[in-house]
């Protein structure tokens, strides 16, 4: 089956997540903000990335909306063509209500506003794609395609917000940026422990048990251990998504990436290392390399320590800092020479290069550049 895939702020990040999901022969870019995924089924919320995903039909759409079980019928149209406009796509909504009022079904149509597309918010809380018969067509094209979902901004927010121990000096790493930091760093692989050697307040060990695997997490501060142990016990045990797991699926320790012993068997890496104080304005260009050293050095000491524990093939994903630069450019920390010297190779994606793998805002002094690899 093809999906029409939705992808995210930032695009590149997506199709990299996609890639390593469904792999690339299996994953082909039709616009800048566009993918077709070839596989036998998709999860919208597995995805960090993407935003929206449908399903891509065949028929004319007109007999799929009028196969529709009985009962109310909920539509909306979103028209991501080059040169769809709001206008035409509201006169095909119309269209479709008549057709489907002359077969004698009730519909409401979700008004698309100002746009040919409608936001990912609109979606999601008239459950497009989500509960029987709240239909949203996705197109593109020559491509026609039903929604099986948009992005739970809902459930984002409150893993996100609601949690009771936050720490905004040390950064909130986003649950959507965690779990694709957890997709990349898996492959899609459906069990396993995940090591979180920086884990702070514990989203990607959060979002990794969601996910459905075993975390195990170190920080070298133990007041970090003391807020990820708050977090989680409050995570499985509030979370309508996920049961509380075992003990053994969570382990939790005090330790310096650099040279602690980790004492179960580790399957993945992903992990923010430590980004450093936030700024408010591009550092001067003493300060900037001062940065960048003080990051490289950490980075490398526990690139050297992890190596000689995680099995030859396991992948490591790290967010590490890029700086805003005075002429708008962000720059990061040079370690990419030196990966093979240290016992990894860097993955290579076919719609991502290593310098798209930047996760920021605009108003952002600190970004968070990806780094992939693979230990030889």
């Known amino acids: 089956m093809n999906y029409l895939m939705v992808l995210g702020r930032e695009p ?54 009028s196969a529709l079980p009985d009962g109310k019928i909920t539509l ?10 709001p206008r035409k796509t509201w006169e095909l909504a119309l269209k479709y209500k008549n057709m489907l009022r002359r077969h004698g079904r009730n519909v409401r149509l979700v008004p698309n506003g100002k746009s040919a597309v409608l936001p990912s918010a609109t979606s999601h809380h008239n459950q497009l794609g989500e509960k029987t018969n709240h239909i949203e067509i996705l197109k593109y094209g020559k491509y026609t395609a ?8 809902t459930a984002y927010a409150k893993r996100d917000q609601a949690r009771p121990a936050r720490d905004a000096f040390v950064g909130m790493l986003p649950p959507k940026l965690a779990q694709i930091l957890i997709n990349l760093a898996t492959d899609g692989a459906k069990k396993g422990t995940i090591l979180d050697p920086f884990c702070g307040t514990g989203v990607i060990l ?28 409050w995570f499985t045990k509030t979370s309508s998504y996920a049961q509380k797991m075992p003990e053994a699926s969570l382990r939790l320790e005090v330790g310096d990436a650099t040279d ?70 962000y720059q990061g920390v040079n370690i990419l020479d030196e990966i093979e010297k240290l016992g990894y190779n860097a993955i290579k994606y076919r719609y991502a290069s290593y310098d798209d793998l930047l996760y920021y805002r605009e108003d952002q002094i600190v970004a968070r550049q990806i780094i992939v690899l693979r230990k030889k």
């Open 206 to 233: 959060q979002e990794s048990i969601l996910m459905g695997y075993s975390a195990y997490g170190t920080d070298i501060s133990e007041k970090m251990i003391q807020y990820s142990q708050k977090n989680l016990d």
């Open 260 to 329: 602690h012993k980790w004492l179960a068997p580790v399957d993945y890496v992903a992990s923010e290392i430590y980004l450093g104080h936030p700024l408010s304005t591009p550092p001067a260009e003493v300060k900037f390399r001062e940065l960048q050293g003080d990051a490289k050095n950490l980075l490398t000491a526990f690139l050297k320590n992890l190596n000689s524990q995680i099995p030859s093939g396991a992948k490591i994903v790290l967010a590490t800092p890029a700086w805003k630069r005075h002429d708008g450019s």
């Open 12 to 65: 590149k990040i997506s199709l990299a997540e996609l890639e390593a999901l469904f792999s690339s022969s299996k994953v082909k870019q039709i616009a800048p903000n566009l993918a077709i995924v070839t596989a036998h089924s998709v999860s919208i919320n597995r995805l960090g990335g993407t935003i929206k995903a449908g399903l891509i039909i065949e028929q004319p759409i007109q007999d799929y909306l």
């Open 146 to 153: 039903i929604s099986i979902g948009t992005q739970n901004i």
């Open 76 to 85: 909306g149209i979103s028209d991501y063509s080059t040169h769809a406009n």
